[in-house]
């Protein structure tokens, strides 16, 4: 029923905007930069029709929506973004960004509507939060493509019941964050500390994958020194720092935290304010984040924005087949997908080197070293009697 209504309200917006032109508000659109355009496996309940793929044109015009977060975010949408960006530009291809007026479903749908009204060929949608938008518009856009980072197959659902398989003209993309969580991990401790703490936003799937990576990587450092480590860990209920986050990061740091992997959009700035009061670190997470406080000393990174960039690309020169209706996930076995920042002015490690960080990467990618991608909350990694892991609620 919830699905009906909201392609009931779809049909009505829709209808709406294209009686009215095509005026864009402040609200919900931004700066606008134009150009020419060129000649996991998932418990299934219920299939959506077959949708054939739209037929291989070229991109006409990409629109990105955001989810919570705004395209200056310094974390997930700002990186999806420059993939626009930098994509379009080089191809002489119209784009835009529209930002729902709320968090909620029937917002991004809206949005989506509003940037096909206004000659969106291409929606472009950072986050897990798209999967029950999808449900709602893969099959009532059949000639958009849609290219949704972070949508996993157990996203596509709106009431977690029933799951939806991607239709053609929609290509989910994944990472394998636990293993750049794993790298965080395990320079850390490499590089001398032995008191840790992982700060999520949310409990979802990928933040869960980046936070039980970074416990394992953090463990198999401390199995190979023979050094003892403490681990705390906890939510912060949302992807933006409060009040009551930072108190909690000032008490860990006062009690003697030294570092926090501080994952989840904008939540880091808790961890950051607290970290410059009491002389501590921080690890930052999705993409470089080394440039917004000295206190950071590396981020666990996946490359959001060349995965926009490669999977546009592939759209636009007939090659869309690769990735649509599928779920494809992006790990060091594909390539340089996940990872630490290697340039000079953003590591910050002392004692763990970039070659040693290189030699654990490489072992990664070539199967040595497996890392344990579940996301179950309820289920935490194994370690060994060096680690004391502290789950927080």
Same mark, same amino acid.
């Not at 790298?183 to 703490?197: F, I, N, P, S």
């Given at each position: 029923m919830k699905k009906i209504l909201a392609l009931l309200l779809v049909l009505a917006m829709a209808l709406s905007l294209v009686a009215c032109g095509s005026s864009k508000t402040e609200e919900t659109k931004a700066a606008e930069t134009q150009a020419a355009a060129p000649a996991e496996t998932q418990a299934e309940t219920e299939a959506p029709a077959e949708t054939e793929a739209p037929a291989?044109? *070229?991109v006409a015009k990409v629109a990105l929506v955001t989810d919570v977060g705004t395209i200056d975010d310094e974390s997930f949408n700002q990186a999806c973004w420059q993939g626009v960006e930098a994509w379009c530009t080089a191809n002489g291809v119209e784009y835009t960004y529209y930002q729902p007026t709320e968090d909620s479903t029937d917002a991004r749908v809206l949005s989506v509507a509003q940037a096909i009204a206004e000659g969106a060929d291409t929606i472009v949608m950072p986050g897990y939060l798209f999967g029950a938008t999808l449900t709602v518009v893969m099959e009532q856009y059949p000639d958009v493509h849609f290219i949704a980072v972070d949508v996993a197959a157990g996203d596509l659902t709106v009431d977690y019941s029933t799951y939806y398989d991607p239709t053609a003209n929609v290509a989910c993309l994944t990472f394998s964050e636990e293993q750049a969580g794993y790298?965080? *991990? @395990?320079?850390?401790?490499?590089? #001398?500390?032995?008191?840790?703490?992982f700060l999520g936003g !949310? =409990?979802?799937?990928?933040?869960?994958? @980046?936070? @039980? *990576?970074?416990?394992? #990587? =953090? $463990?198999? =450092? =401390?199995?190979? !020194?023979?050094?003892? +480590?403490? +681990?705390?860990?906890?939510? #912060?209920?949302?992807?933006?720092?409060?009040p009551e986050t930072t108190a909690k990061m000032e008490g860990w740091y006062q009690a003697g935290t030294e570092v926090v992997f501080a994952c989840g959009g904008g939540i880091y700035t808790s961890a950051v304010e607290a970290a410059n009061k009491y002389g501590a670190k921080v690890i930052g997470v999705d993409v470089d984040q080394? @440039? +917004?406080?000295?206190?950071?000393?590396?981020?666990? !990174?996946?490359?959001?924005?060349?995965?926009?960039?490669?999977?546009?690309?592939?759209?636009?020169?007939?090659?869309? $087949?690769?990735?649509? *209706?599928k779920v494809s996930n992006f790990s060091l076995a594909e390539g340089e997908y996940v990872g630490l920042p290697t340039d000079a002015d953003s590591w910050r490690l002392t004692t763990f080197t970039v070659d040693e960080y290189t030699a654990v990467k490489d072992a990664i990618a070539s199967g040595s070293i497996v890392v344990d991608n579940s996301s179950d909350s309820a289920v935490t990694p194994t370690v060994s009697e060096h680690t004391t892991a502290n789950y927080i609620g």
């Open positions: 291989a044109a *070229g790298l965080a *991990g @395990y320079a850390a401790v490499k590089d #001398g500390y032995t008191k840790l703490g !949310m =409990a979802v799937p990928a933040v869960i994958r @980046y936070g @039980y *990576g970074f416990v394992q #990587g =953090a $463990d198999a =450092a =401390a199995v190979e !020194m023979g050094t003892d +480590i403490e +681990i705390n860990y906890t939510y #912060g209920g949302q992807f933006y720092g409060t080394s @440039y +917004i406080d000295e206190c950071i000393i590396t981020s666990a !990174m996946k490359q959001l924005q060349n995965v926009t960039e490669t999977v546009l690309d592939a759209l636009n020169t007939g090659s869309w $087949d690769v990735y649509g *209706g």
